[in-house]
């Protein structure tokens, strides 16, 4: 079993960044698919981005690309999202997500709790 805590959201204006955290137990999530997922109000879960394993491939939602970036800390059993010239658009609830392997349509089988990201115009 995996357990994973995010933390790191709050409230920031349009245009600025922030980090997330997501620190893993029960596992080392070194050879595990890392990534995030998010809600918005009203909207179904998406996907944001994913990393198959540190130096492995990286995947993006459109949406995101240029602007989101994920990274390991393999000592901390940790993964981060940098959010960077953050939209309105991105004001939802995001999700850290693992799983033992990665596909096209990614369905990992353990998530954190969640934690919430307001960006204000």
């Known amino acids: 079993q995996v357990q994973l805590v995010e933390s790191g959201g709050g409230l920031v204006q349009a245009g600025g960044s922030l980090r997330l955290s997501c620190a893993a137990s029960?596992?080392?999530?070194?050879?595990?698919?890392m990534g995030w997922f998010r809600q918005a109000p009203g909207k179904e879960r998406e996907f944001v981005i994913a990393?198959?394993?540190?130096?492995?491939?990286?995947y993006y939602a459109d949406s995101v690309k240029g602007r989101f970036t994920i990274s390991r800390d393999n000592a901390k059993n940790t993964v981060y999202l940098q959010m960077n010239s953050l939209k309105p658009e991105d004001t939802a609830v995001y999700y850290c997500?693992?799983?033992?392997?990665?596909?096209?349509?990614?369905?990992?089988?353990?998530w954190g709790q969640g934690t919430q990201v307001t960006v204000s115009s």
């Open positions: 997500a693992a799983d033992r392997f990665y596909s096209s349509s990614w369905s990992p089988a353990y």
């Open positions: 029960g596992r080392t999530v070194s050879n595990y698919a």
């Open positions: 990393n198959k394993w540190l130096g492995g491939s990286t």
